[in-house]
């Protein structure tokens, strides 16, 4: 067991020395490097810290790279007065606390040198490597772009361009931002709050989906000192005076101890503080504050199924209050988090909210991507690859979304818009998709968005969803916890509706649906009615009118069929509505028609009788086609609507359809379709029989005369 899963809590309580030793540091660094058999001592912090996570790391690389930083910083300093290699040393301490790899600590103790030195780039990959120049290259990007209001669109289109290639990129800039925001109060009060919101509106919100929650916790406090300063006051001395009365969440993290040791589980049981911000968002919602808000309890296990046994055994022997429960181990986080939440009453009505995880979802939850090392480390003992595609398994999803996004919106304004409403969104739910898999969307999102972020721009052929099983229209807002199933048309050519606009939350939704509604508008002026959507079913006594459009869908089909019988025209009988394969036969009728038939249709019988002769035909290929089906099923709610369902999931199009009146609990549905290909019949007739209640579905039968 490493030294951090030994002792959860040093993350945290190191971070909180990390500003102590700051001063220090910076003094130590003035006397310049040590030997070369020992490391200096202004780096000493970051090599005790580093090895806590990695004990057999090679510190040779770090003393190097410390030795560069420092001579090429020297007679550098900070509006604070003191050395400059003080703010590379900070940054790289912050990313060694929260267990980040060697590189990017190299990277970090370098990531100013590029930018504010005579070190140049090919200096750096001749010294570090590749993977070194990579990083710091891309930390560099980043500062050459003022962070003004003006500049903010391209700037963190760069950022995330960069942060996409790696995720350290991004490390390394919010341990900057971190370091920075540590040291604001040397600025004028009005830059001040100008980066203090910034870093409210972008970099909090992007530390959060990097699942970096001790460097996003102390910003979010931070931030809120600046911006806030009264509430923030406020807020310190609840806090404060919290502290000098009694502690009933040290009463309760007793008891659960107690009952864990009793049940044999081995855990350990801290009382995690609330941070400030923490704190203040409790006292808004609730008004007045209990003694068990100012924290939580944490509970470490070892095992994934450790964590359900504590659950089991917290449910069983305290009151469970089942509203704040939720499993993120089974649907992790988009960031990465996974835990298991929960709240407890105690015997004499104490409520203390309940953290359960393992050691290492601990570390991850605290230190997100930071936590997860090199994801380009090679396995096979070949050199890692940096140049061209860089396949990162620990990008997150949202992150990639993002990424697309910036590539599908040249406009630097429609993106910033649309990426500061996606990090404005606190809130995320889980939704299921039809096959089991996550998809993590912001609270609010509907059928449109899931569609979009499952499917990308093949959602443009969406049809409709089912939402826990039943039939739903697109516009529906889904809730933590749904599974949603989209439906897609076969229509490649299909486009969504200008209503979409009016549904969809999510950048990645709206981006693609304005794009393909700004590439397409005689599509949006001809076709309001939305993507691929099929002619609505007309249930009634009698048949519907055919939708606009059929003649032509038919005369397609009657291309397809050639007759032994010179200038005639074909049309297929609407008695049994014969299409590819089908064994025909035709009968000649006046005006030089010839109607086909499915040979065993009844009327072929019929007609050989009264002596007509049958003229040969043969089909020429399969195709588009036109067919009636008959669906006989017993009564039920929404019966036709899953009907309709099916048939739109198996790729035909809804012409016109009958329902007739129930008759001793059965029902009769008559439907005639289209569809693009005729060898899509058997499975659209199979996919109708499977509908509960379907008990047969056939070709229909009419007679003659039909």
Known sequence: MSAEAANPGATSRRLGRTRLDLRRIGRVALLGPTSRDRLPDAIGHVADAHRAHHPDADLTILHRAYVLAESSHRGQTRKSGEPYITHPLAVTLILAELGAETTTLTAALLHDTVEDTDVTLDQVRSEFGEEVCFLVDGVTKLEKVDYGAAAEPETFRKMLVATGNDVRVMSIKLADRLHNMRTLTVMRPEKQARIARVTRDVLIPLAERLG?????????????????????????????????????????????????????????????????????????????????DFGRLLVLVAEDADCYGVLGELHTCFTPVISEFKDFIAAPKFNLYQSLHTAVASPDGEVAEILIRTHRMHKVAEAGVVALGNPYTPTDGTESAVEGERADPTRPGWLSRLLEWQEATPDPDTFWTSLRADLAEDREITVFRSDGAVL????????????????????????????????????????????????????????????????????????????????????????????????????????????????????????????????ATVRFAGCCTPVPPDAVTGFAVRGGVV???????????????????????????????????????????RLLADLTEAIATAGAAVVSATVEPPSEQRVRHTYTLQLPDAALLPTLMRAMREVPGVYDVGRAQHPAGA
């Open 595 to 637: 109607t086909v038939h499915r040979e065993e249709c009844p009327a072929v019988g019929r007609m050989q009788a009264r002596g007509r002769e049958p003229v040969g035909v043969r089909w020429l290929a399969t195709g588009d086609c036109r067919v009636t089906l008959v669906a006989e099923s017993f009564g039920r709610p």
């Open 212 to 292: 970096v929650q001790a460097l996003k916790t102390e910003l979010e406090d931070l931030v809120f000192a600046i911006l806030h300063p009264e509430e923030y006051e406020h807020t310190r001395t609840l806090i404060a005076a919290d502290a000098t009365a009694g502690d009933p969440l040290n009463v309760i993290a007793e008891e659960v101890r107690k009952v864990l040791r009793e049940a044999g589980l081995a855990a350990e049981v801290l009382v995690r503080p609330r941070h400030f911000v923490s704190v203040h968002r409790v006292r808004l919602k609730r008004g007045e504050l209990r003694g068990t």
């Open 440 to 567: 993590g969307l912001p609270a609010g999102a509907s059928c449109v968005d899931a569609a979009y972020a499952q499917y990308g721009e093949a959602a443009h052929r969406c049809i409709g969803a089912r939402v826990n099983g039943r039939l739903a229209t697109l516009s529906t807002v889904l809730s933590d916890g749904d599974t949603v199933q989209l439906l897609l048309a076969h229509d490649i050519g299909s486009g969504p509706s200008p209503e979409w606009l009016d549904h969809a939350r999510t950048p990645a939704a709206r981006i693609a649906i304005g794009g393909w509604l700004s590439a397409h508008p005689q599509d949006e002026a001809a076709a309001p009615g939305g993507a691929g959507r099929p002619p609505e079913p007309r249930p009634g006594g009698g048949a519907a009118a055919p939708a606009p459009g059929v003649d032509t869908l038919v005369r397609r089909v009657a291309e397809n069929a050639v007759v032994d019988l010179p200038d």
